[in-house]
């Protein structure tokens, strides 16, 4: 089976989600319309900021349905990362939690489509991140 390598987000304003996205991954997009913006990321995965108003065919679903999923390698990472969104001014849904599987936050980008950091305990990493 092929390995999924893009991510499309349906967002109300690209250029504004694209500001955002580009200031929170510190990269700019390579492609940049009124209705898209595409950036591409390290080993070549992809996200794209589609126009909710425009894609074909219209989507039903608004964010929040699922997450963009940021691994960092230690829990103080994690706490780092949330204050540097928090000033941001990101709304956190989750502040820094110690679940089963390591420490986590999650915050919501202007569409509200959730964004979860997290560092998986040494147990979990160990087996691969399986239980």
């Given amino acids: 089976m092929t ?31 009124p209705t ?4 591409v990321l390290d080993a070549g995965f992809k996200l794209g900021l589609w ?3 425009t894609v074909e065919p219209a989507a039903a679903a608004a964010g929040g349905g699922a997450e963009i999923v940021f691994a960092l ?3 103080d990472a994690v706490d780092a990362a949330h204050a540097d969104w928090a ?7 989750q ?14 980008d202007p569409d ?5 950091v997290y ?9 691969g991140g399986q239980k």
């Fill in 51 to 53: 126009s909710r108003h």
């Fill in 3 to 33: 390995t999924p390598n893009f991510i499309i987000l349906y967002v109300d304003q690209p250029q504004q989600s694209g500001a955002f996205y580009s200031a929170l991954l510190g990269r700019e997009p390579v492609e940049s319309t």
């Fill in 119 to 127: 560092w998986l305990s040494d147990g979990e990493q160990a087996n």
């Fill in 73 to 75: 390698d230690t829990p």
């Fill in 87 to 93: 000033g941001r001014g990101l709304k956190i849904l």
């Fill in 36 to 39: 898209f913006v595409l950036f």
């Fill in 95 to 108: 502040t820094p939690t110690d679940l089963d599987f390591g420490r986590t936050f999650v915050a919501l």
């Fill in 112 to 116: 509200n489509h959730r964004l979860r």
